[in-house]
């Protein structure tokens, strides 16, 4: 399976992105194919321009400026993000990601006001984050991206594909032993994806 994997850390010594290694290492491991998006090294622009804004619905028009991106996600067969939640949302890179290519005509048509999710061959999707706060203060305040990973972005690839969330909370207050913990659970869930 053909999996896309995307990063938003800017930090190469982060414990971020030594998640997001044994994610691809697990995966290709487990057989998988890993197409790896550090959304940092690739230089992605995260700035939904005026003309961005302007063409949003006018595919293929819209996607000039991705066009890369587009056809890594068309091509994908499962999807995992590893990122950090920073106020309780994604950072401004994973975002941007989103509202530049997850266009109309690539996530999604939209005819006579009636939206069809249009990635129905992404046929699993994990994601892998961690949080500042802990699981009690993400629940407090409905810990937005745990919402759009297992509703928004569920409901837009395979009706009944499998969606595993994995987080490590209270990363403010994490240990060697913590950390490690959860670097085997990823591993182990990576290699069984």
Not at 137 to 152: D, E, L, M, Q, S
């Amino acid at each position: 399976m053909r999996v896309l994997v995307l990063h938003s850390h800017p930090l190469d010594e982060s414990y971020g992105r030594a998640l997001y290694r044994q994610t691809c290492e697990s995966l290709t491991k487990a057989g998988h194919e890993v197409d790896g998006c550090n959304l940092y090294e690739e230089g992605f622009d995260p700035v939904l321009s005026a003309h961005d804004r302007r063409v949003y619905h006018d595919y293929p028009e819209n996607t000039v400026l991705v066009k890369s991106h587009v056809e890594r996600l068309k091509a994908a067969e499962g999807l995992v993000i590893v990122t950090p939640v920073w106020n309780f949302g994604f950072p401004a890179m994973l975002k941007g990601y989103f509202d530049r290519v997850w266009l109309m005509g690539v996530s999604f048509d939209l005819q006579d006001g009636k939206l069809t999710p249009t990635l129905r061959h992404i046929r699993k999707m994990a994601a892998v984050m961690t949080y500042g706060a802990t699981p009690w203060r993400a629940f407090v305040v409905g810990n937005p991206p745990k919402k759009i990973v297992t509703r928004v972005l569920r409901a837009q690839i395979k009706i009944g594909a499998p969606v595993k969330y994995l987080a490590h909370y209270d990363m403010n207050n994490c240990t060697d032993e913590t950390r490690a913990a959860f670097l085997a659970k990823v591993k182990h869930q990576m290699e069984r994806f």
